[in-house]
């Protein structure tokens, strides 16, 4: 995750803020330009939690519900979506961490996971934590998690 998917994140986030620009390119070098190739990793501890407690929980809730369900990619839609409830917090500081560069997070220390979870019940309410982006990321990860469930349930019909 933190190799390949934080760099991935925080590019996402820098287009979404600045979706008003045309060369989406010259986002990346301009961060790269005003603080380094570490500007790409910023927000990757909580992309660790997030994708680790995800991806766990996804799994072990599966193999629970799938019995029950018994249909791959329904049961890959329900599990995203509750993980995705679940997730929504830690995905909403990540996505606060990703969005600042140094003119507005300023002094390091202003950048961590603890600071932007106090910035963010301070000025949005807890409330924000468990509602931004949800019904988007519900969509995008439903939809992926059945698509993924069932491609494992077909692969492991021919290669048991």
């Known amino acids: 995750a933190a190799l390949w998917i934080t760099p991935c994140e925080r590019i996402k986030v820098l287009i979404i803020k600045h979706r008003e620009r045309k ?18 990793y910023r927000g ?3 992309t660790v939690i997030r994708n680790g407690a995800s991806v766990g929980f996804r799994f072990m809730l599966y193999e629970k519900l799938m019995p ?3 249909n791959a990619a329904l049961t890959g839609a329900i599990v995203g979506a509750i993980s995705t409830v679940l997730n929504n ?5 990540k996505s606060s961490m990703q969005a600042g560069d140094k003119s507005t997070t300023g002094h ?4 961590g996971l603890l600071y932007t979870v ?3 019940i301070q000025t949005q309410g807890y409330k924000y934590l ?4 949800l ?15 069932q491609t494992i349930a077909t692969v492991k019909t021919y290669y048991p």
Do not use: Y
Request: proline residues 4%; without cysteine; hydrophobic residues 45%.
């Open 23 to 40: 060369n989406r390119f010259s986002l990346v070098l301009r961060s790269l330009h005003s603080e380094g190739i570490t500007s790409l």
């Open 44 to 46: 990757t501890s909580p």
């Open 68 to 70: 029950i369900i018994g």
């Open 89 to 93: 917090p830690i995905d909403v500081i």
């Open 108 to 111: 390091k220390s202003k950048r």
């Open 118 to 120: 106090n910035t963010i």
């Open 130 to 133: 468990f509602t931004a982006g």
């Open 135 to 149: 019904k988007a990321r519900i969509l995008k990860i439903t939809i992926g998690q059945a698509v993924i469930f």
